[in-house]
């Protein structure tokens, strides 16, 4: 009967694993799967009871409505905690009803700004925003690409809005000119029409606010229009996923993106260490945040043990004065929005169908 001692803790992973990319929410999906399971293995005290931990899987589609349909739903089962959303539209909609709840939500991978700015306690992030990853390609793309005509396109959703206006800014600010802004959406195929307007404008550079599952064939329609232009994009196309889905339509050091994170020296072995454990268990590599959302689970059980409880109420000062946790993602810290401190980001172009880290920035 000693099992009966044991008190289950529920926290909950929600991401799109159904849809577009679907490849990326079940990526950070099983981040969580292996850190809970890691946790459970080695044995979780918290207040002097040993617990298991149990993790709730909800799919969100990356959809605002079904976004706040889960976040309800997880909000009515009380549950512990929240490692989610995956993007910006579907996080900033369900951080309202995590907050009425009280229950403590650890985005991963959502960068636009408003996430934090919202006066929210319960509200974290793991990764640095779109001011910072917008900005810094902005004048990587006019320094360093040497852009003269940039064409910048979004899909219209907080995440690609956010970080193209983001982009823009600081395209300006270097001293660059945009010849183009167009839109497109996150369900789009066909990109002729834009493409064709860009064309006649001679942009070197184009940016796309959006995903990787629209990047890859709009990479592919830009070589059969002949546009041989320098292609940019946030986290949201960083993944091994577009290296497939753009396929040969890729020439070597044609797409640069930035993801919102980024280890180095020392902290290279444990990243490498994680991506190998993964590799292990799912049989699949990376795609980006894995690591993130494992680090924001492993970040929020250190929280409940350290406040010797998992109610919400009870822990979520300590994990708000979260200080150097030393995770495979890096050090983390949240500031006193609930972003994290000095947050890295990683530079990266594409090789020989493989994506390669350029830099690490700060």
Do not use: W
């Not at 902005?138 to 899909?155: F, N, Q, R, S």
């Not at 250190?302 to 979520?316: E, F, N, Q």
């Amino acid at each position: 009967m000693a099992f009966a001692q044991n008190a289950v803790v529920t926290i909950a992973h929600v991401g799109p694993t159904s849809g577009a990319i679907a490849h990326l929410g079940k990526d950070n999906e099983n981040g969580a799967i292996l850190a809970v399971e890691e946790l459970n293995a080695a044995g979780v005290t918290i207040g002097g009871k040993k617990v298991t931990l149990k993790l709730m899987t909800e799919d969100d589609a990356a959809d605002p409505k079904q976004g706040t349909a889960v976040a309800q739903k997880l909000a009515d089962a009380k549950v512990s905690g929240v490692i989610g959303h995956l993007n910006s539209g579907t996080t900033i909609p369900a951080s309202s009803i995590y907050s009425e709840a009280g229950i403590p939500q650890i985005s991963p991978s959502a960068t636009n700004p408003k996430y934090t700015r919202q006066g929210f306690k319960t509200a974290f992030r793991l990764v640095a925003d779109d001011a910072q990853l917008g900005g810094t390609l902005g004048k990587y793309a006019v320094k360093e690409l040497k852009g003269k005509a940039i064409a910048v396109i979004d899909d219209r959703t907080a995440y690609g809005q956010g970080v193209a206006q983001e982009f823009t800014k600081a395209v300006e600010a270097a001293g660059g000119t945009v010849v183009a802004k167009e839109f497109t959406t996150d369900k789009a195929t066909d990109f002729n029409a834009i493409l064709t307007t860009i064309k006649g404008k001679k942009a070197d550079v184009v940016f796309f606010g959006g995903m990787d599952a629209v990047a890859g064939p709009m990479l592919r329609q830009m070589k059969s229009l002949g546009i041989n232009a320098k292609f940019m994009g946030g986290d949201g196309i960083c993944s091994t996923e577009l290296v497939k889905l753009g396929g040969d339509a890729i020439a070597d050091n044609q797409v640069y993106c930035a993801e919102a994170g980024g280890v180095e020296g020392q902290q290279k072995v444990g990243m490498e260490d994680f991506k190998k454990k993964f590799k292990a268990k799912f049989n699949a590599d990376v795609q980006v945040y894995a690591p993130y959302v494992y680090d924001g689970v492993k970040v929020m059980v250190a929280a409940m043990v350290k406040a010797g409880s998992s109610d919400p109420a009870k822990y979520l000062p300590v994990l708000a004065a979260t200080k150097d946790y030393k995770g495979v993602t890096g050090t983390i810290s949240f500031d006193n929005k609930g972003d994290i401190l000095n947050g890295a980001l990683t530079l990266k172009t594409v090789k020989g169908g493989k994506l390669t880290d350029i830099a690490v920035i700060r």
